[in-house]
C-alpha cells in the first residue's frame, strides 16, 4: 500500500518536516506490552530508529543526546538501554575512542527486533482482522433492527 509523499507534508506541516521524517512500524507500538518494551525504552527505540538512516549501517548516538533529547539522565539511558539489550530486542557493540567514525560510541543493531517483528506481525494483523470482521458482521446484524 503505496502512500502519496504529499500526504505527510498535509499532515505535519513542511516546517515540521525539515529534519525529516522517520518510518516506524505500527505493529512496534501495537506490540509494545507484549515485548515488554517500557514507555523509556519504545522512546530509546525511536531515537535509534531515527539514527537509522541505511539499512546496512547501525546507529550510533550519543548517549548524553539521547538522554538531553529525552530529559532523562545518562544513567536511565544506559540502563533502559540494557534492559533491551537483555531483552533481546537490540544489540550494541561498543567502538574505540579512536574510531574515525564512531569515536568511542556504540552502534546499535536493531536487527533482533525486526526479526521478532516479522515473526509477531502477521499473528496480529490477522487477529486484528478477526475482530474487525466481526465487529463487521454485528453491524449488519444490528442493521435488520432498523
Known amino acids: ?3 502519496k509523499p504529499e500526504r505527510i507534508v498535509e499532515k ?3 516546517p515540521a518536516l525539515e529534519m525529516g521524517w522517520t518510518a ?3 505493529t512496534l507500538l501495537f506490540l509494545q506490552n507484549q515485548l515488554t ?3 523509556l525504552g519504545l522512546n530509546i527505540i525511536l ?3 531515527a539514527h537509522w538512516w541505511d539499512v546496512n549501517e547501525k546507529p550510533y548516538p550519543a548517549q548524553e543526546a539521547l538522554a538531553a533529547r529525552m530529559g532523562v539522565s545518562k544513567r ?3 540502563r533502559e538501554m540494557k534492559t533491551l539489550i537483555d531483552r533481546g530486542l537490540i544489540s550494541k557493540k561498543p567502538s574505540s575512542a579512536s574510531h574515525p567514525k564512531y569515536r568511542g560510541r556504540n552502534t546499535y543493531d536493531l536487527s533482533p527486533l525486526v526479526k521478532l517483528l516479522e515473526e509477531l506481525s502477521p499473528p496480529l494483523v490477522a487477529s486484528m482482522k478477526k475482530r474487525k470482521d466481526a465487529a463487521s458482521r454485528s453491524a449488519l446484524d444490528e442493521s435488520d433492527w432498523d
Open 1 to 3: 500500500m503505496e502512500k
Open 12 to 14: 505535519w506541516g513542511s
Open 24 to 26: 516506524i512500524p505500527t
Open 37 to 39: 518494551i517500557t514507555p
Open 47 to 49: 531515537n535509534l530508529v
Open 76 to 78: 536511565s539511558i544506559q
